[in-house]
Every structure is written in structure tokens, then in C-alpha cells.
Nanobody, 121 residues
């Protein structure tokens, strides 16, 4: 059973870079056809897919966030990470990492528990 756990600071100042890491257990992030995504949910709003990194290292981004989003991975630690630059209070949300087989978006097979990130000075 694949398990995911988000980690990172809960408070980020405006204009800074938000950095989160997802640690994966029960499976390798290089296992064929798995796609590892970041998704967020602002307060009172729906889920927003931000981007994904595939088993082969390919990356995919939401067009609306691509200009200030970066997803990377550390295969030695079985982790993948999100960096969101120049954050504003509108980036306040619960951030989730998730995984799906054979697709980067849509429904997800595995989810982390989520981590609250607040952007505030």
C-alpha cells in the first residue's frame, strides 16, 4: 500500500517561496506508470491540481500556475517536492500530494493527509 506524507512550513511570508516535500512509502516513485501530483484546496474552494512528476522524471504543470511552480524529486530519498515562488495570500490552502497510475490528472489512487500552508506577513 502506497502511503504519502507531506511536510514543510505552515507559514510563509508574501513574495517568498513555498517549499513542500512529499515522502512516499510502500512503493518507489520510479515505479512505471505512476504519476506523483501536488493538489491544493484554498479555504471555501474546490481542489486545484497544480502539477505532477512522472515515474520517468517528466513534469507536467497547470497552465495557470506554470510560471511560478516547480516540481522535482529525490529518488534516493523516495521524495518529490513542490516549490511555488512569489506567493501571495491567495496561495493559502491545504496542500496535498497524491499519486495515480497511468495519468497525471483526474482521479487519484493515493493521497497524503494534507498540510495547511498560510501565506501571511
Amino acid at each position: 500500500q502506497v502511503q504519502l506524507q507531506e511536510s514543510g512550513p505552515g507559514l510563509v511570508k508574501p513574495s517568498q517561496t513555498l517549499s513542500l516535500t512529499c515522502t512516499v512509502s510502500g512503493g518507489s516513485i520510479t515505479t512505471s506508470y505512476y504519476y506523483w501530483s501536488w493538489i491544493r484546496q484554498p479555504p471555501g474552494k474546490g481542489l486545484e491540481w497544480m502539477g505532477a512528476i512522472a515515474y520517468d522524471g517528466s513534469t507536467y504543470y497547470s497552465p495557470s500556475l506554470k510560471s511560478h511552480t516547480s516540481i522535482s524529486r529525490d529518488t534516493s530519498k523516495n521524495q518529490f517536492s513542490l516549490q511555488l515562488s512569489s506567493v501571495t495570500p491567495e496561495d493559502t490552502a491545504v496542500y496535498y500530494c497524491a499519486a495515480a497510475i497511468l495519468r497525471a490528472t483526474g482521479t487519484f489512487d493515493y493521497w497524503g493527509q494534507g498540510t495547511q500552508v498560510t501565506v501571511s506577513s
